[in-house]
């Protein structure tokens, strides 16, 4: 089993509608939890952390977590073509390791 | 800009060969972190390196290799490269040990032929 699993893409998604990206980890024991985006050819930019269950919003970002059920998700609202991009979930373990899924590719349709 | 820099950009190589990357982290940060990143994968977790002291290792052959220098930049050193080391390497940084929010650098694309 994976440690971190996202939702196969890509997912495409017309303008303005909201995108939602799901993952599931495997270490109970996790705390920290964050949502990077990634274009093509470039490394990944830190969007979201969520450490508490329950909803974060920062913008046009909601990042949700239920640690009972070992689930993380991203919603993006309003999605804008510039949000066309890889979206990768990372799980911080207890020994400070970071473990990243494979990402969720995003297209937003104009 | 996260402030964390990476070099070189890009670089080839051929089997057999050593390589070693750069980076500097960001203003403040005392702790690095190293990743390699496949085609269409996430970044897997090589190393992380606190006030130049080893803190943690991934998945990761011993030739895969690193130091952190007193100025807190570091390298990462791969000997006998392998095919299937080309990868995208990614260096983060963070503002202590164990300290949540990593910021990467630009990366550094390796070919090896």
């Known amino acids: 089993q994976k440690e971190v699993e996202q939702n196969s893409g890509p997912l495409s998604v017309p303008e303005g509608a909201i995108a939602s990206l799901n993952c599931t980890y495997s270490d109970r024991g996790s705390q920290s939890f964050f949502w990077y985006r990634q274009y093509s050819g470039k490394s990944p930019e830190l969007i979201m952390f969520i450490y508490s269950n329950g909803d974060k919003e920062d913008g046009r970002f909601t990042a949700q977590l239920n640690k009972a059920s070992q689930y993380v998700s991203l919603l993006i609202r309003d999605s804008q073509p510039s949000d066309s991009a890889t979206y990768l979930c990372a799980v911080l373990s207890n020994d400070y390791k970071l473990s990243f899924g494979a990402g969720t590719t995003v297209t937003v349709r104009a | ?113």
Do not use: M
């Open chain 2, 1 to 113: 800009e996260t402030g964390v820099t990476q070099s070189p950009t890009h670089l080839i190589k051929t089997r057999g060969q050593q390589v070693t990357l750069r980076c500097s982290s960001q203003s403040g940060h005392n702790t690095v972190s190293w990743y390699q990143q496949a085609l269409g994968q996430g970044p897997q977790f090589i190393f992380q390196y606190y006030r130049e002291e080893e803190n943690g290792r991934g998945n990761f052959p011993p030739r895969f290799s690193g130091l952190q220098f007193p100025n807190y930049s570091s390298e990462l050193n791969v000997n006998a490269l392998e095919l299937d080391d080309s990868a995208l390497y990614l260096c983060a940084s963070s503002p202590g040990w164990g300290a949540n929010t990593q910021y990467f650098g630009p990366g550094t694309r390796l070919t090896v032929l």
